[in-house]
């Protein structure tokens, strides 16, 4: 499981004295423990990839305010800790992938600009966690005219 192999490399990483490693992978690791607190469960791969995701949203829009700053090392933190996450997400889809995967959905299901709704429904599933959720809906769009 995925929780498993950040714990691991969490270790790993103090063993070496990896400070920012262990930083950034025991930021991870305290997410995914409140999450199993909050929902008494274990928790999922899928759920541990949007923890992921959340967190790597997060340090984007810090590093776009770190680089209004002009601040290098907050700038260097980020990249540093954007680059060490991202190998844990599942490999993600390019645009032209996922823009035949709606034009499929979109014929086979014969959608309209009206079946929007519809449309996100039965696409989302397919690309959760590999492709960037908020380029589909103009993606859509642009699809249906």
Same mark, same amino acid.
């Given at each position: 499981?995925?929780?498993? %192999? &950040?714990?691991?490399?969490?270790?790993?990483?103090?063993k070496?004295?990896?400070k920012?490693? =262990?930083? =950034?992978?025991?930021?991870?690791?305290?997410?995914?423990k409140?999450?199993? =607190?909050?929902?008494?469960?274990?928790?999922?791969?899928?759920?541990?990839?949007?923890?992921?995701?959340?967190q790597?949203? #997060?340090?984007?829009? !810090?590093? #776009?305010? !770190?680089?209004q700053?002009n601040? /290098?090392?907050?700038?260097?933190?980020? /990249?540093?800790?954007? $680059?060490?996450?991202t190998?844990? &997400?599942?490999? #993600?889809?390019?645009? %032209?992938?996922?823009?035949?995967?709606l034009?499929?959905?979109i014929? $086979?299901g $014969?959608?309209?600009?009206?079946?929007?709704?519809k449309?996100?429904?039965?696409?989302m599933?397919?690309v959760?966690?590999?492709?960037?959720?908020?380029?589909?809906?103009?993606?859509?769009? $642009?699809?249906?005219?």
């Amino acid at each position: 499981m995925l929780k498993e %192999e &950040l714990k691991k490399n969490e270790i790993a990483a103090m063993k070496a004295r990896d400070k920012a490693t =262990v930083n =950034v992978l025991r930021l991870v690791n305290s997410e995914i423990k409140a999450f199993e =607190v909050n929902e008494r469960k274990d928790i999922s791969d899928e759920d541990v990839i949007k923890i992921i995701e959340k967190q790597i949203k #997060q340090l984007k829009e !810090a590093l #776009q305010y !770190a680089i209004q700053l002009n601040d /290098n090392d907050k700038i260097e933190e980020g /990249n540093f800790a954007i $680059n060490l996450l991202t190998p844990y &997400l599942p490999a #993600q889809l390019s645009e %032209e992938e996922v823009e035949s995967m709606l034009k499929e959905i979109i014929t $086979n299901g $014969n959608y309209g600009p009206k079946d929007m709704g519809k449309i996100m429904k039965e696409i989302m599933p397919k690309v959760n966690g590999k492709f960037d959720r908020s380029k589909i809906n103009p993606m859509v769009k $642009n699809i249906l005219g």
